[in-house]
């Protein structure tokens, strides 16, 4: 991933949007058409469910620091 100085915050959306872009891309002659969402008791995002009408394409799975920053994101 790039790595953005600080305050430069259009460089870090575009930096975002290419890491969420090449994460979330969809199997070719598959679109995305629903997402879901679970949570952690804590209030963070555990995971997120993409779908093709009712096949599931793929999770994205979040671990979170200690402290509340995002630590990982992976894909299955």
Not at 15 to 38: D, E, M, Q, Y
């Amino acid at each position: 991933m790039t790595e953005v100085a600080y305050n430069r915050y259009d460089e870090a959306f575009r930096a975002i949007h290419s890491a969420l872009n090449s994460l979330t891309v969809t199997p070719p002659g598959r679109r995305l058409t629903k997402l879901a969402f679970t949570w952690n008791t804590d209030g963070t995002l555990a995971s997120l469910r993409a779908y093709d009408g009712a096949d599931l394409l793929f999770t994205l799975a979040f671990t979170w620091n200690l402290d509340g920053t995002l630590k990982e994101v992976a894909r299955t």
